[in-house]
């Protein structure tokens, strides 16, 4: 089955305490991104990777991290976690490009909560 | 001014008309207009993608795209309770359809 995995679905952190947050995709993507979804913002895009080793900033990269070694893979690194970046964590995939090939596959889902 | 807007709603539509959501951006080199739905705690599941000026029409869905307005719009026909939801607009922006900016979404309530 063709999807998007996220893991942990749920996490309850102290401020400061590194985590990551794991993400895959079995679509042979080679566009990954991760998004924030906060009440009455909508998805903010934090960090997108064209490619392997390919890595670039969103609307709000500060204080995340992202890597892509594997094309399957796109983690997301939360060196000092601090309160306001508790949030719905959403990671996506697509191909690269225009057209019907762009279209997004969304992941489950994180619910982080910073204390 | 925001990049995608919509407006947040709620919107309240009975059950068997039809709802209408609207969309604005403005990057005037975007190519690639999505929308989404969104239920309550769950992830964003895509509903019409749409590239070229004019109508689109899947099932009971119909986008309409206008780019020299910069408009984009969703008609969802005889709606149902099901159709109760967030519905997202989506663009990729930029020349290399790298970003993508997602509208703050409109709450769609279908009353019976």
């Known amino acids: 089955e063709a999807q998007v995995t996220q893991n942990p679905r749920y996490l309850i952190t102290v401020t400061g305490k590194k985590l990551t947050v794991t993400c895959s995709q079995n679509?042979?993507?080679?566009?990954m991104s991760w998004y924030r979804q906060d009440p009455g913002l909508g998805l903010r895009q934090i960090y997108y990777?064209?490619?392997?080793?390919?890595?670039d900033k969103g609307d709000v990269p500060e204080g995340y991290k992202v890597s892509r070694k594997e094309k399957r893979n796109f983690p997301l690194i939360l060196e000092s976690p601090s309160p306001n970046q508790t949030s719905l964590y959403f990671c996506?995939?697509?191909?690269?490009?225009?057209?019907?090939?762009?279209?997004?596959?969304f992941g489950p889902g994180t619910r982080l909560t910073v204390l | 001014q925001k990049e995608v807007e919509q407006n947040s709603g709620p919107l309240s539509v009975p059950e068997g008309a039809i709802a209408s959501l609207n969309c604005t951006y403005s990057?005037?080199?975007?190519?690639?207009f999505f929308w989404y739905r969104q239920y309550s705690g769950k992830s964003p599941e895509l509903i019409m993608s749409?590239?070229?000026?004019g109508d689109k029409e899947d099932g009971r869905f119909t986008a309409q795209l206008n780019k020299a307005s910069q408009y984009v719009s969703l008609l969802i026909r005889d709606s149902q309770p099901s159709d109760s939801a967030t519905y997202l607009c989506?663009?990729?922006?930029?020349?290399?359809?790298?970003?993508?900016?997602f509208g703050s979404g409109t709450r769609l309530s279908i009353r019976p």
């Open positions: 990057d005037r080199v975007s190519q690639s």
């Open positions: 679509m042979n993507h080679e566009y």
């Open positions: 989506a663009v990729r922006v930029g020349s290399s359809a790298s970003k993508i900016i």
């Open positions: 990777s064209m490619n392997v080793e390919v890595t």
């Open positions: 749409i590239y070229s000026n």
């Open positions: 996506a995939s697509s191909l690269v490009g225009q057209g019907d090939g762009s279209t997004q596959y």
